[in-house]
Structure formats: C-alpha cells, structure tokens
C-alpha cells in the first residue's frame, strides 16, 4: 500500500518503470484506480429505506422488509440489514444493538431528562443522518442549540470516520460560546477518543441518549425531518459539490428565515441572539406516570412535542 502511494501518474518517468522501480504489480494499481460498480437496484432500495424511515424512524429491518415488499420489492431482511448499516440508520424503538458504542469507549449517563433548557449555550447536542444523491450517499452531521433550535454547525462526508464529527465540534466552539453540556447519542463517532477529548478539553459536561430512547436527542431528529423533506428530497442532489451548496442556502434560510411554531414563529437566530421565546425539557415518559415530552418556554407555556412516537408491539 505505501509503494502503490510513491507511483505518480503525471510524472515524466512511465508508470510501467515506475512500477518496475518500487516492485508494485501493474494490476493491483489499476484496479485501485477503477471505481467501484454502483448497484442500480440498492441505490433505488436506499431511497425508498430513507423516505420511509423519515417518516417512521422507529421502523427496523424486518418492518423495512414488508415496506419494500408493498412496493413491489421482495427482498430479505439481510439485504435490508446491509442497507441500513450502510446508512447509518437503526429502529429508535427499544430494542437491542440500537446503538453501537466502541466496547472500549466509556458511555456517559443522560443528564437532560427533566431539565428545563432556558437560555442559549445551555445545551447543545448533535446526530448523523443519511443524505441519500443520485449515485451514492452521504453523511451529514449537525450541531444544535437546544434553547433556540439554531444549526451552530454542520459538516458532510462520505464516511462514518468521527473526523468530520469532530471538525463539525470544532467550528462551533470556535464561533460561539462554549456550552454547559453537551448531548449525543451513542454511536462510535461521539464515543470515540478524540471526540470526548475535545468536551472534555473545553470542560463541558457530557451527556447521552439511553439505548432505544427516541426522544433523547428529538430536537436533532426534528431538524432531519425539516432538512429531507424541505430541501433535499425536492432538489435531489446529484453529487456532493451540489449537496454542500444546497444545505448552505438551506442552513442559512432554517436559522434566519424560516418561521419555527415552537418558537412563536420566531427565527432560531433571532432567538439566540435575543436569548428570548426559546427553551425545550425532555419529560421522562417511561417513568410511573405516564407523561408527553413537552416544549417548555420563558413565557409559562407548555406545548406538547410533535414527535411522539406510535407505540409498537
């Protein structure tokens, strides 16, 4: 692997005697260099998976099955299993394997429930979603402020590396002011070393989702929601260069245009500026009395969040 890395193509030297010279196999560079065939059908199959899971995330692969097979697609649940791993996506139901956590990487207890968010910098959290183009996938991960619902950061990749999770970190701490805790859930991205090591620098307590707690991190969720339905199932971008112009237009309407109801149909920048008509609580709903997640603002007012889940047996 580290010869195949000393072979420039546009050198003056050919890349026969280049390959003469470091003893690298003329087909083992070539067919590096080959892309890798895409499957007309999975890529279909991907889509259909996405625009189904946005609208019920707690579907997991034996329910994905049956979708697909009301579609006209009989496929098994292995193939299922590998299309959703490969996005990313799992059931949020309780369940088990719902999160996967390096075994070695420390998980921190959920420290929101209950906790009325009142001012911006209070609290904020992040998530990974699948953004499906027209040949292939991407990532997109995003950094949110619970009390006002605004996009601090965003970043893309076409991997699930926690690099780009931890670059995401990284810019919002460099334009705003550090928050109290910070929220995640419990995928290896926001467990892993260099990830925690940054909270942990800037002395931010750390919290996370419990395993099959939807509700947990719903304000992320609820972003994701807005985000596919609003700007990239309607564009259907083609590619990544494409993908990263249209969510910055897309960011940049979601934070200082776009009306939020929860929010008395203020901005989300506004009300971070203005530290006015935002706050959020995350209600315990599985504890002994049965309770809804509520929206809980300056003003006294209590609203229901639209993200209850549908019990399934």
């Known amino acids: 692997m580290k010869r195949r890395s000393w072979i420039e193509r546009e050198?003056?030297?050919?890349?026969?005697?280049?390959?003469?010279?470091?003893?690298?196999?003329?087909s083992t560079l070539y067919a590096q260099s080959q892309p890798d065939?895409?499957?007309?059908?999975?890529?279909?199959?991907?889509?259909?998976v996405d625009e189904e899971y946005t609208r019920?995330?707690?579907?997991?692969?034996?329910?994905?099955?049956?979708?697909?097979?009301?579609?006209?697609?009989?496929?098994?649940?292995?193939r299922?299993?590998?299309?959703?791993?490969?996005?990313?996506?799992?059931?949020?139901?309780?369940?088990?394997?719902?999160?996967?956590?390096?075994?070695?990487?420390?998980?921190?207890?959920?420290?929101?429930?209950?906790?009325?968010?009142?001012?911006?910098?209070?609290?904020?959290?992040?998530?990974?979603?699948?953004?499906?183009?027209?040949?292939g996938f991407a990532y997109l991960v995003a950094i949110i402020d619970w009390y006002s619902r605004k996009v601090l950061s965003w970043r893309l990749s076409n991997s699930l590396d926690a690099s780009f999770c931890v670059d995401c970190l990284e810019?919002?701490?460099?334009?705003?002011?550090?928050?109290?805790?910070?929220?995640?859930?419990?995928?290896?991205?926001?467990?892993?070393?260099?990830?925690?090591?940054?909270?942990?620098?800037?002395?931010i307590k750390i919290s996370m989702d419990g395993?099959?707690?939807?509700?947990?991190?719903?304000?992320?969720?609820r972003l994701w929601r807005s985000v596919k339905y609003e700007d990239i199932y309607l564009k259907g971008y083609a590619n990544m260069g494409e993908l990263l112009i249209g969510l910055s237009e897309y960011f940049t309407f979601y934070n200082g245009e776009r009306p939020h109801q929860s929010l008395s149909n203020q901005t989300p920048s506004r009300v971070y500026e203005s530290a006015q008509g935002g706050g959020a609580m995350i209600v315990d709903r599985f504890g002994k009395k049965e309770t809804k997640p509520e929206v809980i603002t300056e003003s006294g007012q209590r609203r229901a969040a639209v993200c209850e889940m549908e019990s399934t047996t």
């Open 211 to 221: 395993r099959g707690r939807a509700l947990d991190n719903i304000f992320v969720e």
């Open 11 to 26: 050198d003056e030297i050919p890349v026969v005697r280049q390959c003469e010279l470091t003893e690298v196999v003329r």
């Open 171 to 203: 810019e919002a701490l460099l334009h705003y002011e550090r928050p109290e805790i910070f929220n995640t859930d419990q995928g290896v991205q926001f467990t892993s070393t260099v990830f925690i090591d940054v909270l942990k620098r800037e002395e």
């Open 37 to 48: 065939a895409v499957d007309e059908t999975d890529i279909l199959l991907c889509r259909l």
């Open 56 to 78: 019920h995330p707690f579907y997991g692969s034996r329910r994905m099955v049956v979708f697909l097979k009301s579609k006209g697609h009989e496929v098994n649940r292995k």
């Open 80 to 135: 299922v299993q590998r299309l959703m791993r490969g996005m990313g996506l799992a059931g949020m139901a309780p369940g088990p394997n719902t999160s996967r956590p390096h075994p070695q990487n420390k998980i921190y207890p959920y420290l929101l429930r209950g906790v009325a968010v009142t001012r911006p910098n209070q609290v904020w959290s992040t998530d990974i979603t699948y953004v499906r183009l027209e040949r």
